[in-house]
C-alpha cells in the first residue's frame, strides 16, 4: 500500500495507482478537475502515465457545477462561482476558463501575487529543495541503488525521476562550481603536463610550438592563456567523457544486442555518479581533511593521500559498477566482477582521451 497526501488528508491506496485512476477511485469526474503533484500541475493528458509512490503529496481541484457530485477531497473553486466578466483564457491551450485551474491543461489562473518575489522563490525552492522532489528522490536512488534509475528509464518510469541528462547536468554543476575550492587537479591537465607527461606529449608539443608561433606568443603567454582555458574548459566539457564510457559499456555488452542509446543513459548515470562520488564527495572530503589537519599542526603528505584516496576511490567504483552492470544488463556475478575490473582499470586512459580533446580545444581557443 501506499500513502498518498491528498489536499493535506492522508490515505493509503494501492501500489502503482496512476493519477487517471485515483480520480476515478474518488468518484470526480475527469473533465472537472485539476491535480497537483508535488507542486507541479499535471496535465490531463499524463494522468495514464503518472505512477503515484509512496509519499506523494496531490492537491485535487474539483470543478463543481454541471451535476458534479465528488467526494470528501472536492474542493469547491470559488472562481466558478463569479461572473463571466471573471472568466480568463488560459495562456497555455488557449481555453475559456471559469474556474482557478484550466481543465484542460492545468494551467493556473495568473494574478499580480504570482510576479512577487516571494512567490517566486517560494516555487523555485519548493521545485528545487523539497524533500519530495525529483532532484532529492533521483540522487538518493544514484547513490543507493547503482543502476537503478538507468532500469527504470529503459523500462518506461520515467515520470518520478530526473531525466539522465538532467542528473547529469546537475553532478556537472556541482563539479564546476566546487572544483576550484577542493584544490585537487581533477580532470585538467596544464600544457606542462601536456608536452612532457602524456603518451601524446611529442606530438602536443610540436602543436603547441606552431600555435605559440601562429599567434606570436612567448611560452609564458601560451602557457598562461593554455591554462586559464583548459581550467574550464575541464569543468564544462565533461559531457565529452559519457560517449567514452558508453563506447566501454557497448563493447563490453555486446552480446546483449543493445542499442547505443541505452549504453548513453547508463554512462551519464555512472558519469554523475563519478562526479558527484568521487571528485566532489571524496576529494572534497579530502580537502577538508587537509585544512584540519593544518588547522591543528597536522601536516598530511600529498603524496601518501592521494595514494589513499585512490585507494577508496577505485574499489568503490568497481563496486558500484558491479552493482550497476548486474542490476542494467543482467550480468552474472563472475562476467559482472569482470567488466567491473576492466571498465575500472580503463579509466586512466578515458581520462587522457579525455585530456587530449581538452589539449586541442584549449589550445586552439586560447
Known amino acids: 500500500m501506499a500513502i498518498l497526501h491528498i489536499n493535506g488528508e492522508q490515505r ?54 454541471g451535476g458534479g457530485t465528488g467526494t470528501e477531497f472536492q474542493r469547491e473553486n470559488q472562481a466558478a462561482h463569479t461572473s463571466a466578466s471573471a472568466a480568463w483564457q488560459c495562456p497555455t491551450c488557449g481555453t475559456e476558463v471559469g474556474g482557478r485551474f484550466c481543465p484542460d491543461c492545468g494551467e493556473k489562473k495568473f494574478g499580480a501575487s504570482d510576479l512577487s ?46 531525466h539522465p541528462f538532467q542528473t ?24 606542462y603536463v601536456q608536452t612532457h607527461m602524456m603518451f ?29 582555458a583548459i581550467d574550464i574548459q575541464a569543468r564544462s566539457l565533461v559531457v565529452l567523457i559519457v560517449p567514452l564510457f558508453a563506447l566501454i559499456f557497448a563493447l563490453l ?62 574499489p568503490s567504483v568497481a563496486g558500484y559498477l558491479f552493482v550497476a552492470l548486474r542490476r542494467v544488463y543482467g550480468d552474472s556475478i563472475f562476467s559482472a566482477a569482470l567488466k567491473s575490473i576492466l571498465i575500472t582499470v580503463s579509466f586512466d586512459y578515458v581520462v587522457q582521451v579525455y585530456q587530449f580533446i581538452l589539449f586541442l580545444t584549449a589550445l586552439y581557443f586560447s
Open 12 to 65: 493509503e491506496f494501492p501500489d502503482g495507482l496512476t493519477i487517471a485512476a485515483l480520480v476515478a477511485q474518488l468518484g470526480m469526474k475527469p473533465d472537472r478537475v485539476a491535480v497537483e503533484l508535488n507542486l507541479e500541475i499535471v496535465p490531463r493528458t499524463n494522468w495514464e502515465a503518472t505512477i503515484l509512490k509512496n509519499g506523494d503529496k496531490l492537491e485535487v481541484v474539483h470543478f463543481v457545477g
Open 253 to 314: 555488452e555486446w552480446s546483449k544486442h543493445r542499442f547505443f542509446g541505452e549504453h548513453v543513459v547508463f554512462a551519464l548515470h555512472f558519469t554523475a555518479f563519478w562526479l558527484s562520488a568521487i571528485f566532489v564527495g571524496l576529494y572534497g572530503a579530502s580537502t577538508l581533511l587537509l585544512k584540519l589537519g593544518s588547522l591543528s599542526g597536522i601536516q598530511f603528505q600529498h603524496a601518501y593521500l592521494k595514494t589513499v584516496l585512490l585507494v577508496i576511490a577505485y
Open 168 to 191: 547529469f547536468f546537475i553532478s556537472n554543476v556541482i563539479y564546476f562550481v566546487a572544483q576550484p575550492f577542493i584544490g585537487w587537479s581533477g580532470l585538467k591537465a596544464w600544457l
Open 117 to 162: 518575489m516571494r512567490h517566486f522563490f517560494h516555487h523555485a525552492l519548493g521545485d528545487f529543495f523539497h524533500f519530495d522532489s525529483k532532484i532529492f528522490g533521483s540522487f538518493r536512488l544514484l547513490f543507493t541503488k547503482p543502476g537503478f534509475l538507468t532500469t527504470e528509464y529503459l523500462r518506461g518510469c520515467r515520470k518520478p525521476y530526473l
Open 200 to 228: 601524446y606529449s611529442g606530438f602536443a608539443t610540436r602543436l603547441a610550438s606552431h600555435r605559440m608561433a601562429a599567434r606570436a606568443f612567448t611560452s609564458d603567454q601560451l602557457n598562461h592563456a593554455f591554462d586559464h
